[in-house]
């Protein structure tokens, strides 16, 4: 059994108007179109962008006192404990 479900829609006169027009054309009834225009609309996924990691470098010296292989010490010092 087929369940159809039946609403109101405001579209604009001209744009009804091109619909009307191109269904005759196609030989197709406005319910057809409209049906079809939304499987379509409901098909597509919006596409994801993917992620883009901008990488910034900068020319620098270590400092006196930094041991880049000591984690811990490197931490205690980015926190002003040492």
Do not use: C
């Not at 010296?61 to 931490?75: E, H, K, T």
Request: net charge positive; proline share 1%; glycine share 6%.
């Amino acid at each position: 059994m087929l369940l159809h479900m039946r609403t109101t829609v405001d579209i604009s006169e001209e744009l009804f108007r091109q619909l009307k027009r191109k269904a005759a054309a196609e030989n197709i009834t406005l319910r057809q179109v409209i049906e079809n225009a939304l499987r379509v609309y409901l098909g597509k996924q919006k596409q994801r962008k993917g992620y883009h990691l901008t990488w910034k470098t900068e020319r620098g010296r270590i400092l006196p006192g930094v041991r880049l292989d000591d984690r811990d010490a490197l931490f205690d010092l980015m926190d002003g404990r040492l």
